[in-house]
């Protein structure tokens, strides 16, 4: 099994923990990124799902799912 998804495997992406995702390509729309994550240890609890369509390279589709992931882990108050 061949996983493309890097947000799993590069050592940029080691703090977050990636629970789901789905990468593609269509050409309508270029590199697209669904993927479900939450902080790495021990903020389990502020899992999130980000959506990225039109992303102009696959990198470029990661860096853009893991910078939205960090700006809503800082922006929100995610206390109950």
Known sequence: IKN???L???PPYD??????G???FLYESRYNL???MRPSLPE???ELMVVVFGASTK???FESAHRL???AWLAYDWTP
């Open 4 to 6: 493309t998804n890097k």
């Open 8 to 10: 799993l495997t590069e």
């Open 15 to 20: 703090d977050v923990y990636v629970t789901g």
């Open 22 to 24: 789905k990468t593609g």
């Open 34 to 36: 669904v993927t479900q």
């Open 44 to 46: 389990r609890d502020l």
């Open 59 to 61: 990198d470029a589709s």
């Open 69 to 71: 992931a960090k700006w």
